[in-house]
T-cell receptor, first 111, second 112 residues
C-alpha cells in the first residue's frame, strides 16, 4: 500500500460540509483511493473509492486531484452521527491483499 | 445475510490463559483478516488468509495463531495471554474485485 498522510484531527459544524484531506504523493497509476470510517467501538465501514475521476454516492463525494497526489473526502451536510475516525487508504484493487490501515483523521462534528 | 460475525463480544483473560476468537462469514469471500486496535490507535494487521488452507502473517503476528479450514471460518488463537494483548480485535473479509472490506463488530479482550 502507498503511504498516505492525513491530519490527526479536525472539527466541523453540524449541517456544514466537512472536507477531509489526504496526501498520497507516491501513489502508483493502478492504485485506487479508498475511504473508510470507524464510528466509536464499531468495525470500520466502507465509504467510497476512486481511481482518478471524482466519485459521489449517498454518503460522500471523493475529489481526486489531476496528478492524483492528493484527494478530499466531502461529507456534504455533516451530522453528529458522522463523528468518527476517517481512514484514507490507497490500494491496487486487483492484487493487493496485505491490507493495512493508517492512523486516520478523527473528525468531531459539533452542534 | 449476517455478514461477518465475531464471538465472544467481550472476554477477560488471566495472564497465561489461552482462548480462541471466532470469526464467521456468510458472503463466500475468499480473503479474511484479523486486526487489533489498541485504545486510541489505528488498526494493526495480525494475520490474513487468501483462501481455505492458506494463511500469512501481517504486521503484528507474534503471540497469535490462525487456521483456515473452511471458507466461512477464520479463528484467531491466543496461546499464552499477556497484558500487551489487551485490545479490540476485528475480523474482516475482502472482495478482491472491488477492494472493499467488510468488518465484524469486534471482540474486546482484556488480559489481567
Amino acid at each position: 500500500d502507498a503511504k498516505t498522510t492525513q491530519p490527526t484531527s479536525m472539527d466541523c459544524a453540524e449541517g456544514r460540509a466537512a472536507n477531509l484531506p489526504c496526501n498520497h504523493s507516491t501513489i502508483s497509476g493502478n492504485e485506487y483511493v479508498y475511504w473508510y470510517r470507524q464510528i466509536h467501538s464499531q468495525g470500520p465501514q466502507y465509504i467510497i473509492h476512486g481511481l482518478k475521476n471524482n466519485e459521489t454516492n449517498e454518503m460522500a463525494s471523493l475529489i481526486i486531484t489531476e496528478d492524483r497526489k492528493s484527494s478530499t473526502l466531502i461529507l456534504p451536510h455533516a451530522t453528529l452521527r458522522d463523528t468518527a475516525v476517517y481512514y484514507c487508504i490507497v490500494r491496487v484493487a486487483s492484487n493487493d491483499y496485505k491490507l493495512s490501515f493508517g492512523a486516520g483523521t478523527t473528525v468531531t462534528v459539533r452542534a | 445475510n449476517a455478514g461477518v460475525t465475531q464471538t465472544p463480544k467481550f472476554r477477560i483473560l488471566k495472564i497465561g490463559q489461552s482462548m480462541t476468537l471466532q470469526c464467521t462469514q456468510d458472503m463466500n469471500h475468499n480473503y479474511m483478516y484479523w486486526y487489533r486496535q489498541d485504545p486510541g490507535m489505528g488498526l494493526k494487521l495480525i494475520y490474513y488468509s487468501v483462501g481455505a488452507g492458506i494463511t500469512d502473517k501481517g504486521e503484528v503476528p507474534n503471540g497469535y495463531n490462525v487456521s483456515r479450514s473452511t471458507t466461512e471460518d477464520f479463528p484467531l488463537r491466543l496461546e499464552l495471554a499477556a497484558p500487551s494483548q489487551t485490545s479490540v480485535y476485528f475480523c474482516a473479509t475482502y472482495v478482491l474485485a472491488s477492494g472493499e472490506q467488510y468488518f465484524g463488530p469486534g471482540t474486546r479482550l482484556t488480559v489481567t
